[in-house]
Structures are given as structure tokens and as C-alpha cells.
């Protein structure tokens, strides 16, 4: 079993829809969580932070489930520019290795 | 959000010869860097972290004596691919995270762009 395993994708979605995206991890003792976006052929960037209670930025919700160990990203009104690969991030504390997912495509069409 | 610069963007060199790639977290010390390398279509791969001031810890599979890493201070940490061959050809990214209050959320550079001749 992978350390953190997405759903490949892609996910394609029109302008306006609201699109969630699942993440599982597999150490029950990670510590911190993050939800990073990445464009074709750029770096990673850092989208937001997963905490316990959940967190909201604009259209973009994250959302963390320790029991179930998974964590998820809802984005609402979809636009056309969050097409991207979304990767699902942990932290694993202790060795400070940080694993990703493979991410989910999404292309939000017009 | 902390900036993490690398340089250079993209590089070409012949099979051979070695190329460096700096790193520098701009407006943060960074206790930790990490060196990732990524192909066409697949997902992050993580090479080797590294520690200011001491060694750097790589990943399985990961030459350490062909993929050569330094992290001499807490704003700058190199790679040096040596002897590259076209099978290096990739886009290299490293990454910052931050001591103390920034938390645990790393900081990436704009990638370089390897292709080997």
C-alpha cells in the first residue's frame, strides 16, 4: 500500500461545478497535512494547510479525517484556471520526510 | 508565502560533464532542503534531504556519489549532477522548509530543467 494514494484523475468538470478530491495516508502518527497544486511543467505550490477542524479559503475547503486517515479538498465554482494536478502532502514528523501523492488531474472546461 | 529561488532555470550540458544547481530560500532560513526530480507525465520524486550543516540523507536508488548535495548554510543548498548521462535529463526541483514558526509546509523553487546531450 502506498504511503498516500489519490485518485489519478483526471477529473473533468465545467466552469461552475463543485469538484472534491480524496486523499488516504497510511501512518496513523503523521502530523501535519497540505493540499499543493502544480501546473504543467512549474513547481509545486502550497494551496492550504489541512487542519483538524477543518479550513476554508475562498472557493477552496479542506477537510481532515483521522479515524478514516484521509483527507479531502472540495473546490466550488470551478474556474477555469484551477485546472491543474492537485497533490495531497504528509508530513511524517520524527525524520522530517514529507511524502506526496501522485496527485489528480483536474481540467475545468468552458 | 517564503521564496525559494533555483538557478539555473534549464541547462543543457554533453554526456559527461557535471552540472551544479543552487537553491536559496530568499526571505527564510531553511533548516532542511529537499531535492526532487521529476519526469514527463509522473509524480514528484524525492532524491535526498539534506540538513544544514551535515550530510544529506538519500532516498533508495539514489546515487549519492553521482548526485552530490551540499548544504553549507541556511539559505543555500547545491546539487551537482556529475558525470551526466541523457538518462539525467529531467526537471529538478528543490524544496525549503523553514525553522521554527512557519510550521511544516515546504517551499519550492521554480525547478531546472536538465537535458543532457
Known amino acids: 500500500r502506498k504511503e498516500v494514494e489519490q485518485d489519478p484523475g483526471p477529473f473533468n468538470v465545467p466552469e461552475g461545478a463543485t469538484v472534491a478530491f480524496n486523499c488516504t495516508y497510511s501512518?496513523?502518527?503523521?502530523?501535519?497535512f497540505f493540499w499543493y497544486r502544480q501546473d504543467c511543467r512549474k513547481e509545486p505550490k502550497l494551496l492550504m494547510s489541512v487542519y483538524s477542524s477543518g479550513n476554508e479559503d475562498g472557493r477552496f475547503t479542506a477537510q481532515l479525517n483521522r479515524a478514516s486517515q484521509y483527507i479531502s479538498l472540495l473546490i466550488r465554482d470551478s474556474k477555469l484556471s484551477d485546472s491543474a494536478t492537485y497533490l495531497c502532502v504528509v508530513y511524517l514528523g520524527g525524520g522530517f520526510k514529507t511524502i506526496f501523492g501522485a496527485g489528480t488531474r483536474l481540467f475545468v472546461k468552458a | 508565502g517564503a521564496v525559494v529561488s533555483q538557478h539555473p532555470s534549464w541547462v543543457i550540458c554533453k554526456s559527461g560533464t557535471s552540472v551544479k544547481i543552487e537553491c536559496r530560500s530568499l526571505d527564510f532560513q531553511a533548516t532542511t532542503m529537499f531535492w526532487y526530480r521529476q519526469f514527463p507525465k509522473q509524480s514528484l520524486m524525492l532524491m535526498a534531504t539534506?540538513?544544514?550543516?551535515?550530510?544529506?540523507?538519500?532516498e533508495q536508488g539514489v546515487e549519492k556519489d553521482k548526485f552530490l548535495i551540499n548544504h553549507a548554510s541556511l539559505t543555500l543548498s547545491t546539487l551537482t549532477v556529475t558525470s551526466a548521462h541523457p538518462e539525467d535529463s529531467s526537471f529538478y526541483i528543490c524544496?525549503?522548509?523553514?525553522?521554527?514558526?512557519?510550521?511544516?509546509?515546504?517551499?519550492f523553487g521554480p525547478g531546472t530543467r536538465l537535458t543532457v546531450t
Open positions: 539534506s540538513n544544514e550543516g551535515s550530510k544529506a540523507t538519500y
Open positions: 524544496s525549503a522548509r523553514a525553522s521554527g514558526g512557519r510550521g511544516y509546509e515546504q517551499y
Open positions: 501512518n496513523s502518527a503523521s502530523q501535519s
